[in-house]
Structure formats: C-alpha cells, structure tokens
C-alpha cells in the first residue's frame, strides 16, 4: 500500500497568515491526490482533487500544487473557518489511503 | 443535491458482526462510473478507506480488512450495506459513507454525516 506522509501534524497560526501542509506519498503517484477539511464531529468535506485541482464552491484562497511524490496544501490567507484538520487522499491505486492528518489552530 | 445518511447499531458485542446502511439520494448507483464507500475514523485518529462498490458491482476492499468486510448495493432501494465480522474493540469507530463519481472514481466528494459505533462487552 501507498502510504502518505503529511507535515506537520500540528500548526499553530493566526488569522491572515498564509499556511502550507505538505503530503509526501511513499511512491509516485502522479497527481492523483485529493485534500480534505475536517471540522469537529464533522465530515470530511471535499477541497482539492487531481492535486491542484478545487472542488467547486472552494474558496479561492486554498490551491495546491504537486506531482509525483510530494505535494502542497496552501491557504494564502486564513479565516476563522480554516481553523480543522487537513487530510490528504491517494486515488492512484487501490488500496485508497489517507495521510494521518494535520491540525491546524489558533496561534 | 446528492445526501448520504449512514444507519445501524451505535453499540455492538466484541465477536459480533456490524451490519451498516448507507441510504443515499440525488444519484443512482445504476449511472455508469458512480460508486459509494466506506471509510471509518476512530476517536481522535485518520481516516482510514474501508470498501468501494460500483455501479457494475465492482467491488474493492482494504487488503487489510478484506477477509472482515462484505459491501453490496441494492439499487432499487437507493442502499449499500457493509457487514464487518469478528468486531473488536479496535474497531469502535465513526464509520461514513461516500460517493464517488465517474470521473474521479476513487475520490469521495459527497459524505454522510458518519455513525459511530461503539465495540464493548
């Protein structure tokens, strides 16, 4: 299985800033990687697929960007409501695997 | 707009076997490329993909899991079922239900609002 490292796991930082999470995936796998927000007691709610792709109804202050084996997560200015933990997906092959996650808080 | 909701037991014995729902609306799991999975998150830890099931009755599971885990459709009814046996305390989790759509078959855009279920003699 393809596993995916992402860093940190944690981050601390305050409103405004712009923040970068970084996915590393144990092989290559082109850009077929997916990123996912997830609030509290909530669902994953879907971002960004084929890397650097958004999903529609994202703001646009989230992008990523990527290939291969290492991949970026950035949101260029941060809201109150980007305040969850980030997820990254690999959809090149089965079996789907997730990263372990990254947490992002409140400097 | 595409809705998923998730139903079952919130506690099960260790030994028995989980049996969920995913009772879904605004797709057909008969369209050509959709799928539906599962994907469960213990407390506190990552998302961890469970089984796929597609519209031609495909069906993928976690290497690790697949000897446990049984998926299928029932398209009239707008439902896929997952059964897990052998439940271990391990296994208490959130589970959730997700569609996939044709042209990003491994990616879940649309997901239920997740059930947790609780493994404890």
């Known amino acids: 299985a393809i596993q995916m490292t992402q860093s940190p796991s944690s981050l601390s930082a305050s409103v405004g800033d712009r923040v970068t999470i970084t996915c590393r995936a144990s092989q290559g796998i082109r850009n077929d990687l997916g990123w996912y927000q997830q609030k509290p007691g909530k669902a994953p709610k879907f971002l960004i697929y084929?890397?650097?792709s958004l999903q529609s109804g994202v703001p646009s202050r989230f992008s990523g960007s990527g290939s291969g084996t290492d991949f970026t997560l950035t949101i260029s200015s941060l809201q109150p409501e980007d305040f969850a933990t980030y997820y990254c997906l690999q959809d090149y092959n089965y079996p789907i695997t997730f990263g372990q996650g990254t947490r992002l808080e409140i400097k | 707009q595409i809705t998923l909701k998730e139903s079952g037991p919130t506690l099960v014995k260790p030994t028995q076997t989980l049996t969920l729902t995913c009772t879904f609306s605004g797709f057909s799991l008969s369209t050509g490329g959709v799928g539906v999975g599962w994907i469960r998150q213990p407390p506190g830890k990552a998302l961890e993909w469970l089984a796929l099931?597609?519209?031609?009755?495909?069906?993928r599971y976690s290497p690790s899991l697949k000897s446990r885990l049984t998926i299928t459709k029932d398209t009239s009814k707008n439902q896929v079922v997952l059964t897990m046996t052998n439940m271990d305390p391990v296994d208490t989790a959130t589970y959730y239900c997700a569609h996939s759509n044709e042209q990003l078959p491994k990616v879940f855009d649309y997901w239920g609002q997740g059930t947790l279920v609780t493994v404890s003699s």
């Open positions: 084929a890397a650097s």
């Open positions: 099931i597609y519209w031609n009755d495909d069906k």
